[in-house]
């Protein structure tokens, strides 16, 4: 009984140990694919999902949602997130178009 409940103790913390990082994961391949639905390149697109969901919350990350649709251009995309009124996701996300842009973010290159 008692290596049956250590047993599951164990299983319990594997679990909430590699939860977030799965919870990420998902998370940015969902930016990832709104981004690429939106008009964003592919290697723009894996550039700004990393930066994104390393520093947006899920909360935000949802409100990104909303834009998703149309493809337009980068600016045009950049654009469609002000409407959200979210300073923090604006900041996020213009400063990931521009530093993904120009090869200047961490892992832009690839």
Do not use: F, H, W
Request: net charge positive.
């Amino acid at each position: 009984m008692i290596l049956r409940l250590l047993a599951i103790a164990l299983m319990l913390g594997v679990a909430v140990y590699a939860a977030p990082s799965v919870v990420s994961a998902v998370a940015e391949y969902r930016v990832r694919s709104g981004l690429i639905e939106a008009g964003v390149s592919e290697r723009n697109a894996d550039c700004m999902a990393r930066r994104m969901v390393k520093r947006l919350t899920i909360t935000q990350l949802r409100k990104l949602e909303t834009v998703a649709g149309t493809k337009q251009s980068l600016g045009g995309y950049i654009e469609s997130v002000r409407k959200i009124g979210d300073g923090e996701v604006i900041a996020v996300t213009a400063t990931s178009a521009l530093l993904c842009r120009a090869g200047l973010a961490n892992g832009s290159q690839r």
